[in-house]
T-cell receptor, first 111, second 115 residues
Framework: SQQGEEDPQALSIQEGENATMNCSYKTSINNLQWYRQNSGRGLVHLILIRSNEREKHSGRLRVTLDTSKKSSSLLITASRAADTASYFCATLNTGGFKTIFGAGTRLFVKA | EPEVTQTPSHQVTQMGQEVILRCVPISNHLYFYWYRQILGQKVEFLVSFYNNEISEKSEIFDDQFSVERPDGSNFTLKIRSTKLEDSAMYFC?????????????FGPGTRLTVL
Protein backbone atom coordinates (compact mmCIF):
# COMPACT_ATOMS: atom_id res chain seq x y z
CA SER A 1 0.00 0.00 0.00
CA GLN A 2 1.18 3.51 -0.75
CA GLN A 3 1.52 6.36 1.71
CA GLY A 4 0.29 9.72 0.50
CA GLU A 5 -1.86 9.17 -2.56
CA GLU A 6 -3.24 12.26 -4.20
CA ASP A 7 -6.27 12.72 -6.34
CA PRO A 8 -6.99 13.78 -8.91
CA GLN A 9 -3.86 12.80 -10.80
CA ALA A 10 -4.36 15.79 -13.08
CA LEU A 11 -6.49 18.92 -12.86
CA SER A 12 -7.06 21.59 -15.48
CA ILE A 13 -8.83 24.83 -14.52
CA GLN A 14 -9.22 28.41 -15.68
CA GLU A 15 -7.33 31.25 -14.06
CA GLY A 16 -9.36 32.65 -11.17
CA GLU A 17 -10.98 29.36 -10.28
CA ASN A 18 -10.21 27.42 -7.14
CA ALA A 19 -8.22 24.18 -7.25
CA THR A 20 -8.71 21.39 -4.72
CA MET A 21 -6.35 18.47 -4.40
CA ASN A 22 -6.79 15.58 -2.00
CA CYS A 23 -4.36 13.26 -0.31
CA SER A 24 -4.87 10.04 1.60
CA TYR A 25 -2.36 8.23 3.72
CA LYS A 26 -2.16 4.91 5.49
CA THR A 27 -0.28 5.17 8.78
CA SER A 28 -0.39 7.47 11.79
CA ILE A 29 1.40 10.75 11.29
CA ASN A 30 2.77 13.62 13.31
CA ASN A 31 2.38 16.07 10.51
CA LEU A 32 1.64 16.29 6.82
CA GLN A 33 3.23 18.60 4.34
CA TRP A 34 2.47 19.86 0.87
CA TYR A 35 5.13 20.59 -1.73
CA ARG A 36 5.05 22.12 -5.17
CA GLN A 37 7.28 21.12 -8.07
CA ASN A 38 7.48 23.13 -11.26
CA SER A 39 8.25 21.02 -14.29
CA GLY A 40 11.78 19.66 -14.12
CA ARG A 41 12.60 21.72 -11.05
CA GLY A 42 13.14 21.16 -7.33
CA LEU A 43 10.58 20.78 -4.60
CA VAL A 44 9.25 23.85 -2.81
CA HIS A 45 7.79 23.42 0.66
CA LEU A 46 4.36 25.04 0.83
CA ILE A 47 2.81 24.29 4.18
CA LEU A 48 2.98 21.92 7.15
CA ILE A 49 -0.05 20.92 9.18
CA ARG A 50 0.34 19.08 12.46
CA SER A 51 -1.79 16.13 13.44
CA ASN A 52 -3.59 18.18 16.11
CA GLU A 53 -4.56 20.87 13.61
CA ARG A 54 -7.62 20.67 11.40
CA GLU A 55 -7.05 23.60 9.11
CA LYS A 56 -4.26 25.94 8.20
CA HIS A 57 -4.00 28.94 5.89
CA SER A 58 -1.09 30.52 4.10
CA GLY A 59 -1.91 33.25 1.61
CA ARG A 60 -4.10 31.67 -1.08
CA LEU A 61 -3.49 28.18 0.30
CA ARG A 62 -5.80 26.39 2.65
CA VAL A 63 -4.96 22.94 3.97
CA THR A 64 -7.26 20.69 5.93
CA LEU A 65 -6.42 17.51 7.79
CA ASP A 66 -8.81 14.79 8.91
CA THR A 67 -6.85 12.26 10.90
CA SER A 68 -9.92 10.05 11.40
CA LYS A 69 -10.16 9.60 7.65
CA LYS A 70 -6.40 9.82 7.13
CA SER A 71 -6.87 12.47 4.49
CA SER A 72 -5.84 16.02 3.70
CA SER A 73 -6.82 18.56 1.10
CA LEU A 74 -5.04 21.51 -0.44
CA LEU A 75 -7.14 24.35 -1.76
CA ILE A 76 -5.61 27.05 -3.92
CA THR A 77 -7.99 29.98 -4.26
CA ALA A 78 -8.11 32.41 -7.17
CA SER A 79 -5.61 30.35 -9.13
CA ARG A 80 -3.07 31.94 -11.45
CA ALA A 81 -1.22 30.58 -14.46
CA ALA A 82 1.93 30.62 -12.30
CA ASP A 83 0.31 28.01 -10.04
CA THR A 84 0.74 25.47 -12.83
CA ALA A 85 2.88 22.75 -11.24
CA SER A 86 2.71 19.34 -9.60
CA TYR A 87 1.60 19.25 -5.98
CA PHE A 88 2.65 16.51 -3.58
CA CYS A 89 1.60 15.63 -0.10
CA ALA A 90 4.24 14.11 2.10
CA THR A 91 4.32 12.44 5.47
CA LEU A 92 7.14 11.71 7.85
CA ASN A 93 7.90 8.17 8.96
CA THR A 94 7.92 7.28 12.65
CA GLY A 95 11.69 7.60 13.02
CA GLY A 96 11.56 11.07 11.58
CA PHE A 97 14.21 10.71 8.90
CA LYS A 98 12.24 9.78 5.83
CA THR A 99 9.65 11.87 4.02
CA ILE A 100 7.27 9.77 1.98
CA PHE A 101 5.77 11.47 -1.03
CA GLY A 102 2.58 10.74 -2.87
CA ALA A 103 2.37 10.47 -6.64
CA GLY A 104 1.23 14.08 -6.95
CA THR A 105 -1.48 16.04 -8.70
CA ARG A 106 -0.52 17.86 -11.88
CA LEU A 107 -2.33 21.20 -11.91
CA PHE A 108 -2.66 23.19 -15.10
CA VAL A 109 -4.10 26.69 -14.85
CA LYS A 110 -5.15 28.17 -18.16
CA ALA A 111 -4.78 31.90 -18.63
CA GLU B 1 17.42 33.39 1.86
CA PRO B 2 19.72 30.38 2.31
CA GLU B 3 19.15 27.52 -0.06
CA VAL B 4 20.40 24.07 -0.91
CA THR B 5 22.50 23.98 -4.05
CA GLN B 6 23.38 21.03 -6.25
CA THR B 7 25.91 20.45 -8.98
CA PRO B 8 25.91 19.61 -11.75
CA SER B 9 22.40 20.41 -12.94
CA HIS B 10 22.65 17.71 -15.58
CA GLN B 11 25.05 14.77 -15.74
CA VAL B 12 25.31 12.37 -18.66
CA THR B 13 27.28 9.20 -18.16
CA GLN B 14 27.86 5.82 -19.74
CA MET B 15 26.48 2.70 -18.12
CA GLY B 16 29.01 1.22 -15.71
CA GLN B 17 30.70 4.53 -14.96
CA GLU B 18 30.91 6.08 -11.52
CA VAL B 19 29.20 9.38 -10.85
CA ILE B 20 29.35 11.75 -7.93
CA LEU B 21 26.50 14.14 -7.34
CA ARG B 22 27.27 17.10 -5.13
CA CYS B 23 25.17 19.10 -2.75
CA VAL B 24 25.80 22.04 -0.47
CA PRO B 25 23.18 21.95 2.29
CA ILE B 26 22.08 25.02 4.23
CA SER B 27 24.94 25.93 6.50
CA ASN B 28 23.41 25.43 9.97
CA HIS B 29 21.54 22.28 9.06
CA LEU B 30 22.53 18.99 10.61
CA TYR B 31 20.48 16.41 8.72
CA PHE B 32 20.99 15.61 5.06
CA TYR B 33 19.04 13.53 2.63
CA TRP B 34 19.02 12.23 -0.92
CA TYR B 35 15.87 11.50 -2.88
CA ARG B 36 15.34 10.52 -6.48
CA GLN B 37 12.53 10.92 -8.94
CA ILE B 38 12.36 8.79 -12.05
CA LEU B 39 10.64 10.71 -14.83
CA GLY B 40 6.90 10.83 -14.25
CA GLN B 41 7.08 8.94 -10.97
CA LYS B 42 7.06 9.67 -7.26
CA VAL B 43 9.85 11.26 -5.34
CA GLU B 44 11.52 8.36 -3.50
CA PHE B 45 13.61 8.49 -0.38
CA LEU B 46 17.15 7.12 -0.72
CA VAL B 47 19.08 7.93 2.43
CA SER B 48 19.37 10.22 5.42
CA PHE B 49 22.64 11.22 7.07
CA TYR B 50 23.43 12.72 10.44
CA ASN B 51 26.59 13.06 12.48
CA ASN B 52 28.67 11.51 9.75
CA GLU B 53 26.68 8.35 9.46
CA ILE B 54 23.64 7.00 7.68
CA SER B 55 20.49 7.30 9.80
CA GLU B 56 18.14 5.47 7.50
CA LYS B 57 18.21 4.12 3.98
CA SER B 58 15.72 2.64 1.59
CA GLU B 59 15.87 -0.63 -0.30
CA ILE B 60 16.90 1.36 -3.37
CA PHE B 61 20.10 2.44 -1.62
CA ASP B 62 22.12 -0.71 -2.28
CA ASP B 63 25.86 -1.31 -2.31
CA GLN B 64 26.21 0.71 -5.50
CA PHE B 65 25.36 3.87 -3.59
CA SER B 66 27.34 5.70 -0.95
CA VAL B 67 27.17 9.09 0.71
CA GLU B 68 29.83 11.23 2.21
CA ARG B 69 30.31 14.58 3.86
CA PRO B 70 33.92 15.14 2.82
CA ASP B 71 34.19 18.58 4.42
CA GLY B 72 32.08 21.02 6.39
CA SER B 73 29.95 22.10 3.49
CA ASN B 74 29.53 19.40 0.85
CA PHE B 75 27.35 16.30 0.89
CA THR B 76 27.85 13.83 -1.95
CA LEU B 77 26.06 10.86 -3.43
CA LYS B 78 28.23 8.38 -5.32
CA ILE B 79 26.91 5.72 -7.65
CA ARG B 80 29.70 3.27 -8.26
CA SER B 81 28.60 1.55 -11.45
CA THR B 82 25.65 3.26 -13.03
CA LYS B 83 22.80 1.35 -14.63
CA LEU B 84 20.26 2.56 -17.15
CA GLU B 85 17.59 2.52 -14.45
CA ASP B 86 19.58 5.00 -12.36
CA SER B 87 18.50 7.71 -14.80
CA ALA B 88 16.45 10.11 -12.70
CA MET B 89 16.40 13.48 -10.97
CA TYR B 90 18.33 13.34 -7.73
CA PHE B 91 17.36 15.79 -5.02
CA CYS B 92 19.41 16.67 -2.02
CA UNK B 93 17.67 18.07 1.07
CA UNK B 94 18.68 19.29 4.47
CA UNK B 95 16.94 20.11 7.73
CA UNK B 96 17.86 21.64 11.06
CA UNK B 97 16.35 18.81 13.02
CA UNK B 98 14.66 15.52 12.46
CA UNK B 99 11.33 14.38 13.85
CA UNK B 100 8.31 16.54 14.17
CA UNK B 101 7.87 19.15 12.98
CA UNK B 102 10.28 18.73 10.15
CA UNK B 103 10.85 20.94 7.16
CA UNK B 104 13.28 19.62 4.64
CA UNK B 105 14.66 22.15 2.20
CA PHE B 106 15.24 20.70 -1.23
CA GLY B 107 17.81 21.60 -3.81
CA PRO B 108 16.99 22.10 -7.50
CA GLY B 109 18.10 18.60 -8.39
CA THR B 110 20.63 16.94 -10.67
CA ARG B 111 19.28 15.22 -13.72
CA LEU B 112 21.29 12.04 -14.26
CA THR B 113 21.11 10.41 -17.68
CA VAL B 114 22.74 7.01 -18.05
CA LEU B 115 23.33 5.91 -21.64
Amino acid sequence: SQQGEEDPQALSIQEGENATMNCSYKTSINNLQWYRQNSGRGLVHLILIRSNEREKHSGRLRVTLDTSKKSSSLLITASRAADTASYFCATLNTGGFKTIFGAGTRLFVKA
Amino acid sequence: EPEVTQTPSHQVTQMGQEVILRCVPISNHLYFYWYRQILGQKVEFLVSFYNNEISEKSEIFDDQFSVERPDGSNFTLKIRSTKLEDSAMYFCASSETSGSPLTQYFGPGTRLTVL
